[in-house]
C-alpha cells in the first residue's frame, strides 16, 4: 500500500519523460498532424512512458512547482519540439516542393486542406506530403524517432542537461537545409517546365497572333503532370534519404 508521499514521488519520475514525449508528439509528423486527436496523443505519450521507464537512468528529485522544477520541464519541453521540429522540416520541403511546381505549372489556384498542418496548400504540395507520410511509415521513421528520444534521456540526462552554445544556430541551418530539399525533389520536373514556357515565349515573340494562353497553359499543365511522373523513381529514394538525415539531425543536433 502507497503512501500519499510514496504516490507523488512515484508520479514526479514518471512526470519528466512525459514531458519530453508529449512535446515530441506535438511537433513531429504524423503523430502531430491536425487530424490526430489531443486526448490520442496524451495517451500515447502516457503508455509509451510507461513502456520505457523502466530503461530510463533514474530521475531527479525535483519539486515540480520550485523554480528548478518548472526550468527542468521546460528544458523537456524545447528537447522534445525541437526534435519533432527537424524532422517536421522534411515535410515542410515537400510541401515547398509541391508549391514551387504547381506555380511553375499555373497550379498554384489548385487548392487543398493539409491533414497534416491543418492549412491550404497547393493539390500538388499534398501530393508529396502522402508520399512523404507514407515512406516515413513505411520505412519506421516514427518507431525510429521514438526509439531515439528514449536514448536522448541517457545522452541529455534529465537534470544534468546542458547545451551547446550553437543549439539555436544549428536549428536554424537545418531550416535552411529545408529549401535545399524542396528543390531536390522537383528540380527536374521544374526544369522541363521552365524550358516549355521558355518556348512558348520565344513563339509568342514569333508568331503574335498566336492566343499563347489558350494554347500553352494546358500543354504546361500537361507536361508538368508527365515529368512529376517521370521523376517519382528518384524522388521516393532521395525522401527516403531525407527522412533518414532528419532522424540522424534529430539526434545529432544535442551532441
Known amino acids: 500500500m502507497y503512501s500519499s508521499a510514496q504516490l507523488l514521488l512515484l ?3 514518471y512526470y519528466w519523460p512525459f514531458l519530453r514525449l508529449s512535446a515530441l508528439f506535438l511537433a513531429a509528423p504524423v503523430f502531430g498532424a491536425a487530424s490526430v486527436p489531443v486526448r490520442v496523443r496524451i495517451i500515447m505519450a502516457v503508455a509509451i512512458t510507461a513502456l520505457v521507464m523502466p530503461l530510463l537512468p533514474p530521475m531527479p528529485a525535483v519539486d515540480v512547482l520550485s523554480a528548478a522544477g ?4 521546460a528544458q523537456q519541453v524545447v528537447i522534445g519540439l525541437t526534435m519533432g521540429f527537424i524532422v517536421q522540416l522534411i515535410f515542410g520541403a515537400a510541401v515547398i516542393a509541391g508549391q514551387t511546381i504547381a506555380m511553375t505549372m499555373g497550379l498554384g489556384f489548385a487548392l487543398s486542406v493539409d491533414p497534416q498542418n491543418g492549412v491550404q496548400v497547393p493539390t500538388l504540395s499534398q501530393f508529396y506530403v502522402i508520399l512523404a507520410t507514407l515512406i516515413f511509415v513505411v520505412v519506421d521513421a516514427h518507431l525510429y524517432l521514438i526509439e531515439f528520444l528514449v536514448q536522448s534521456f541517457t545522452l541529455l540526462p534529465i537534470g544534468a542537461t546542458i547545451m551547446r552554445d550553437t543549439f539555436a544556430l544549428d536549428v536554424v541551418m537545418l531550416g535552411s537545409g529545408m529549401f535545399l530539399n524542396s528543390l531536390l525533389l522537383v528540380m527536374p520536373a521544374m526544369t522541363a517546365v521552365l524550358l516549355i514556357n521558355i518556348a512558348f515565349g520565344v513563339i509568342t515573340r514569333a508568331a503574335p497572333q498566336l492566343n499563347i494562353f ?19 523513381p528518384a524522388v521516393f529514394p532521395l525522401l527516403e ?6 532522424l540522424i539531425e534529430a539526434f545529432e543536433v544535442f551532441r
Do not use: D
Open 11 to 13: 508520479a514526479e519520475q
Open 70 to 73: 518548472i526550468l527542468l520541464a
Open 214 to 232: 489558350a494554347v500553352g497553359f494546358p500543354i504546361t499543365i500537361l507536361a508538368g503532370f508527365v515529368f512529376i511522373f517521370l521523376s517519382l
Open 241 to 246: 534519404h531525407m527522412l533518414q538525415g532528419g
